[in-house]
């Protein structure tokens, strides 16, 4: 068909009568309303949940054993080790030389003050002493006709003087020969015992050399290192028991006590004095010193009971009658094979004994009552 000739289309497709076309339009703006509704109304009615949650259940508190404690009267006992020392020791040496003639004691033999222990030969002394002796009565002799001459006007006074002088001189001689004389015999300078000898008869000795050792071991020291928290514990005169190692008991008394603390130790030396007759127990041994310095109140725990603060103090859980847990500090006052005695505790306490490793200060627990053997005594 010819171009010209096409039919005219225009305003013949039209949807304005079209009953569906309406339609579409008002589903798609109510579909839209709802939509919009629907997201909102989780902010306007919020929903609720079908049901609620339940609450958790309270710890159960944990279940610990306690027992009952009461303080008693115990015993301050300052213990310590040592070693015994002879209260004296010397060595004896040769004052002059000469040969050895004669030996009077053994080694290990008791000893009494200024006993003969051994004898020199003194031969040429005496003769030093004779010879000595008879210068002074020359002496004597010219001084007294000196002083005859001067009182007649003959002779002068320095005259007199060098006679005073001889005389003086020759005095001094026979003093000093008959100190040699003396020195001849070799004696104990106190009593003790005979630890050492050198001397053998026909030996010859020179002026100087050790000959023999004497110790006094009554009374015998015994020697402690006490630390500086019990000094104040401790004063003269104060009774100790002291055991020692070969099993003796014995009694002694504090007899003296440092007043300077050794520098590395921070210790203070405390010496006890023990009656030891005829020195029966030698020096060196070890020992063990028990010092009453007291009594306190206490109260007798096992050693596992202890525990650690937060501050590292020792001490020691309780239950308070509200069932919470408390940690008291405490301080170690006597030591026994079955366990300690403290202070730091209330007169009667709930102390744990088992389980409380697992609770701190605060928590509540559920006590259970132990049994817990009663202390035994420890022979001191």
């Known amino acids: 068909m010819p171009k010209d000739e096409l039919p005219d289309l225009n305003g013949q497709l039209k949807f304005e009568d079209d009953t569906g076309a ?36 309270a710890a159960r508190a944990v279940a610990v054993a306690v027992m009952t404690s009461t303080a008693q009267d115990v015993d301050l006992v300052l213990i310590s080790e040592g070693q015994s020392i002879p209260d004296r020791a010397t060595s004896i040496t040769a004052k002059v030389g000469g040969e050895v003639i004669s030996v009077s004691v053994a080694r290990g033999d008791l000893v009494a003050a200024g006993q003969e222990i051994g004898r020199l030969d003194a031969e040429t002394i005496e003769a030093q002493l004779v010879q000595a002796q008879t210068q002074l009565e020359q002496a004597t002799s010219d001084l007294q006709k000196s002083t005859s001459l001067q009182k007649s006007g003959i002779t002068t006074e320095d005259r007199v003087l060098q006679a005073r002088a001889a005389k003086a001189s020759a005095e001094a001689a026979v003093t000093a020969a008959q100190e040699q004389r003396a020195n001849t ?11 050492d000898m050198t001397l053998d008869e026909g030996e010859f000795v020179n002026s100087g050399d050790v000959v023999a050792e004497v110790l006094d071991n009554n009374p015998l020291t015994i020697v402690v290192q006490v630390p500086q928290q019990a000094l104040s514990r401790l004063e003269k005169g104060q009774p100790a028991q002291v055991s020692f190692i070969t099993g003796e008991e014995r009694t002694g008394t504090v007899a003296f006590i440092g007043a300077n603390a050794d520098s590395q130790t921070r210790t203070f030396r405390v010496e006890i004095a023990v009656d030891n007759p005829d020195s029966e127990m030698p020096a060196g041994l070890s020992a063990h010193i028990a010092i009453p310095t007291g ?86």
Request: hydrophobic fraction near 45%.
């Open 295 to 380: 009594k306190a109140r206490g109260h007798f725990v096992s050693p596992a009971i202890l525990s650690l603060g937060t501050d590292g103090e020792l001490g020691i859980k309780t239950v308070a009658d509200d069932n919470s847990v408390a940690f008291a500090p405490v301080s170690i006052v006597r030591a026994q094979t079955d366990g300690v005695w403290v202070t730091g505790l209330p007169e009667s306490a709930q102390i744990i004994t088992v389980g409380q490793g697992f609770v701190n200060a605060g928590d509540i627990v559920d006590p259970r009552p132990a049994n817990v053997p009663a202390p035994t005594e420890v022979a001191q």
């Open 22 to 57: 309406g339609r579409s339009k008002w589903l798609a703006a109510l579909f839209g309303v709802v939509l919009v509704g629907w997201m909102g109304s989780g902010y306007i009615l919020p929903s609720q949940p079908d049901e609620e949650v339940a609450e958790e259940p």
């Open 185 to 195: 015999v070799i004696r104990a300078p106190f009593a003790g015992r005979l630890n």
